[in-house]
């Protein structure tokens, strides 16, 4: 049987804050259920404040000890659950993990190599040696690190695989050389591996110890070898390219389901997409102000409200199209100051057209999801995406930019002797013309019924799951 360890800094449903927290809630249990009982699937992370009674409730404990981290005695505790056929184990140390936010702090460097060290000690006590260390973002190179500098003395290490996953490259665990010794334990013999533009990189050291190397799409494996989008380490993944793959992720079917989910006014399926958005676009209209119309075409952005996710584009249109044509606008989303008063003055000038909620709640997302009929995501880079997926699921036109995940997840529409190609709208250019154009072309369709009717039934069938994406991550645990 086949042993896979997930390592990564967040878990949902237990703790998490975006994209990576979704993917290591999802793509474990995904894998047990395609390959039954013939993979003992487990992943690791910290013990968080976060992690709520309901989920401590069910755990037990598994090992308790201390280990050195360069001069520090460190206690670990180690407890235990079991979800949808995988076990999770969480890293218990209140010093480090019991604060009021999973990253942001100035020691997060020792945090996490407190808990890679932790993993690996861990392993050993629990007598559970995987075949296959999964690494995910900067927070987990060092599990990847270590095995290759300090564990493969281990006899039951020396076969262990590695991969690593980058999520988001823009952020690569730099620190000053000053603290090599005293933070991550490594000795000036290691000096080489951890050194990248005169600093330590924990994202390029583990590239270079990985067996294998994915991200979350194959168009974002391509366009990180280049230096537009490598934020620097385009020479170390160029270098590493035998190693490197992109898998596209998926969406949870089960978590996101419009014909179960209990937040939106009114549950649909794909036999009635169309008017059970309806139902749940006068549902929003009516909890937020805005007038109760099923017929207005209703847009929507759910964000991170920064420069990176092309809202500088929509700021050069918002207003054009507000303005101009007969739409409501919904956004959903917190971050950079700029953005924030953009989209509330946008609604100060537009009141019956324009809501701005500057805030992040996963409930009320899923309701803007149910509601809307065309769903903007321009962004300038998107190493996946998750969001023009869960929009797709709920039945709504997506209209991105061909980046990343975007361009390998929705392909433009266009007709083929009255067939219907693509599932959304897309633009290739970074420009706001270009998005001006094709959400235009998007109220067209909205306006024309018969082939509204047939886009969204097009959108709705696109499968996101997991079930292709875990095939394929089996496929590279195979290969290595």
Known sequence: MKKILFVGAEVMPFAATGGLGDVMGSLPAAIKAKEKGNVDVRVILPLYAAVNDYWRSQMKDEVIFNFHLAWRDSYCGVKSLQKDGVTYYFIDNEYYFKRGALYGFFDDGERYAYFCKAVMESLIRLGFYPDVIHANDWQSALAVIYLNTKY????????????FTIHNIE???????SILGDVFDLGPENYALMRYDDCINLMKAAIECADAVSTVSPKY????????????LHHVLYRNSHKLRGILNGIDYVYYNPSKDEPLAKNYDRRNTISGKRENKLALQREYGLPERADVPMLAIISRLATHKGLDLVQEVAYDIVQNNDVQLVVLGKGEA???????ELERAYPDKVRALLTYDRDLSKKIYAACDIFVMPSKSEPCGLSQMIASRYGAIPVVRETGGLYDSIKGYWVDNGEIKGNGFTFANYCSWELRDRILAALGVYYDAPQYKKLVAKITGTDFSWATSAEKYMEMYESI
């Open 171 to 177: 952020y690569q665990g730099k620190y000053s050389f």
């Open 221 to 232: 494996a391509e366009e990180i070898k280049t230096a537009e989008y490598s934020h620097g």
């Open 338 to 344: 700029r953005y924030e008063g953009f989209f509330a």
């Open 152 to 163: 493969r003395n281990v006899e039951s290490f020396e076969k262990t695989k590695t991969v």
